[in-house]
């Protein structure tokens, strides 16, 4: 499981549960649920962290709670 914060909303858009990583830009999942978001985001960030890594890109180390004006 990783550390990174992840902000968890719901989209009428979507119709679905969106769960996204600030300090991993792009980074997002969604779910049909708040728990299935959740999942679903971890899962996304493996994938992230693993492209960047094929590609040399630095990993941001997770900071915790980031504070938002």
């Not at 991993?24 to 999942?29: K, S």
């Not at 049909?32 to 679903?40: D, P, S, W």
Request: hydrophobic share 40%; glycine share 6%; with cysteine.
């Amino acid at each position: 499981m990783y550390k990174y914060e992840v902000i968890v909303y719901w989209s009428e858009d979507d119709e679905a549960y969106i769960a996204e990583v600030p300090e991993l830009p792009g980074c997002m999942a969604d779910g049909a649920t708040y728990e299935e978001a959740l999942k679903n985001v971890q899962v996304i960030i493996s994938e992230w962290i693993e492209t960047a890594r094929a590609l040399g890109r630095e990993i941001p180390i997770p900071k915790g709670r980031l504070v938002y004006a």
